[in-house]
């Protein structure tokens, strides 16, 4: 829109009387993908003059001075238009939040599982604590009764029965250490809590190692995004020649030709800033693949650690079982004493702890590396 206004002032000496004129012109145009209107009025108000000495007042009026109907098209942007910029800007912008979301999830879910893997580990401990703990109580019997005829010390019996409270006093811990860890992950999870029982980590089956790191393609499509900027400032850059074609009504006038602009002093800073730009991006890509190599290689690492420690545990856990159930056998038969029993059934149940926190470590493990593997 553009408007102008003008004031003149013309005296008289006899009547002192002005004869003045407001005068002015308001221009507008629309535009809509290169189809325009043009239209100018002139208008005029507060008008005063003086005829054989008597003053005359002309009211507000305006005229249509110009109205003009065409079409205008700068050549450059057949090749990239501002248009076609912000269309696939907006596309790469909306792809680069998709990615940054998915991100977000996977470390969200990454971490919730995190916390299961660490309260199924808990609940593996107390079952298996209150079996040992069961086991106690009906040994601690047995001694009582042999206590009773003389074939048992009352030392041993009172070692078993401060074990068994240990034992109790431990199990009792760590169900409200598990308590708190479920709350924990409630809120990690965003849901109420519930009484719910947690189910088994089970295998997922599909052993693979490789990990998208969406945060390497989002650095991608924000290089992308900055050579659109850069490819679109060039076009601008460039000497931009428009072509345009107009019929104005009040004169019954056409119009065809073409416009040119240089600008004469154009340093290309917005050039050389996107330049600079694509450069930091650039840097921060390989930044992130380094960062990438790093992750996938400790997981590797991981992977393997606990995979073969798993399958080790286990053989373990059998091994440890029978010379268990082997120096039970010696205890109720006399040849072994209490504290060698108790010393064997702690590593045997110790060993059994560590082989299900391994192998529940090792199945929070290939859950993470399923959230990673780019579904068919």
Known sequence: MESSHTFNYYGSDSLKIADSIKKGYFTGELDYRGFFIQTQFDYTLDRYEVIENRVYQYPYYYTMSKFGVGYKKVLNDFFYSETDYNKKSSQLKEEIVKMESLAKIIEKKEEIIDKYVEIMNLQWEIELKNKQLEEMKETHRILGLKLNIKESTKIDYEILGYEME????????????????????????????????????????????????????????????????LKYIKRQNQWPVELFAMYESVEDDYQVGLNFNMDLFNYRIEKKQKIQDIENKEIDLEDEKISYESKLSERENQYDYLKKTTETMAKMSEVYEKKYNATKNLYEYGDVGLLDYLKIQTETYKVKIEYEKNKNSYYGLLYKINLNIEKE
């Open 166 to 229: 240990k034992l109790d006093e431990d199990i009792k811990f760590q169900e409200r250490t598990i308590e708190n860890k479920k709350n924990e992950l409630f809120k990690v999870c965003g849901v109420e809590k519930t009484n719910d029982s947690f189910v088994v980590l089970d295998e997922i089956g599909k052993e693979n190692k490789l990990v998208t790191d969406k945060n390497i393609e989002v650095a991608k499509l924000q290089i992308t995004l900055e050579e659109e900027g």
